[in-house]
């Protein structure tokens, strides 16, 4: 099944608090992607902000492929995305940050990842934010956090000059044995189970190409796509 976001043009507008839980059931297959890129803008008030909670059953797998995220000038936006795995799901999950639009600096972001593997049983119906009731019964896989509009860092030589960035988290059958890099792109094992894509480029288009070299570089997500693949004869 395929779930496709909609939001309208003026969202996230500062103050703006989204939250979404999803639970992907036993078996399941769910592709969750938006339609157009979202583009964070100021206000008067407080941050904006999206949370997400994602739950993903025995066999089951998700795919969240949301289009790029803008921060604009002034902005002030959070997110945090929470995912909670049975040993047998898999996640496929993506974010592109597009730092200010064409000629403007970028506003600030902060955005913080968290994905655990739960224990093989019944999942435990509640959710929990990124980053607090560490339980010793599950197995963290990744706890990444992602800053825009530190200004101190844009201007130095540690700054790659490049303003989207693009993440790809794979938890997806076999991983590679080791890194894996290109252009502006690399596929990195994780060390207990899945792997990150990362790319950067000057526009979207650019990144988003990274990111797919990354991900066809994936052996467990290539051997998935080829086995549900239709055979030419």
Not at 164 to 180: A, W
């Amino acid at each position: 099944m395929t779930v496709h976001m909609v939001g309208s043009a003026s969202t996230p507008l500062a103050g703006d608090d989204v939250e979404l839980d999803v639970r992907v059931g036993p078996g399941a297959d769910l592709v969750l992607t938006g339609v157009a890129a979202a583009v964070a803008l100021p206000g008067l008030e407080r941050p904006s902000s999206l949370t997400m909670r994602f739950e993903i059953g025995e066999d089951a797998s998700l795919q969240y492929l949301p289009e790029p995220t803008v921060i604009n000038a002034r902005a002030h936006h959070r997110t945090a995305l929470s995912a909670e795995l049975h040993p047998t799901a898999r996640l496929r999950a993506r974010e592109v940050l597009v730092a200010g639009r064409a000629g403007e600096p970028t506003g600030r972001y902060r955005g913080t990842v968290r994905v655990e593997e739960a224990p093989a049983g019944p999942p435990e119906r509640h959710c929990r934010a990124p980053g607090l009731h560490e339980s010793a019964d599950r197995t963290v896989l990744l706890v990444q956090t992602q800053e825009l509009g530190d200004l101190p860092l844009g201007r130095s030589a540690a700054h790659l000059g490049r303003r989207v960035l693009g993440t790809e988290l794979l938890i997806c059958g076999d991983d590679p044995g080791s890194g894996v890099a290109g252009d502006w792109w690399s596929l990195t094992p994780l060390a207990r189970r899945g792997s990150l894509a990362t790319a950067v480029g000057p526009d979207a288009v650019v990144a988003q190409r990274g990111l797919a070299e990354g991900v066809a570089a994936h052996p467990g997500w290539t051997n998935a796509v080829l086995a549900t693949a239709p055979v030419l004869r």
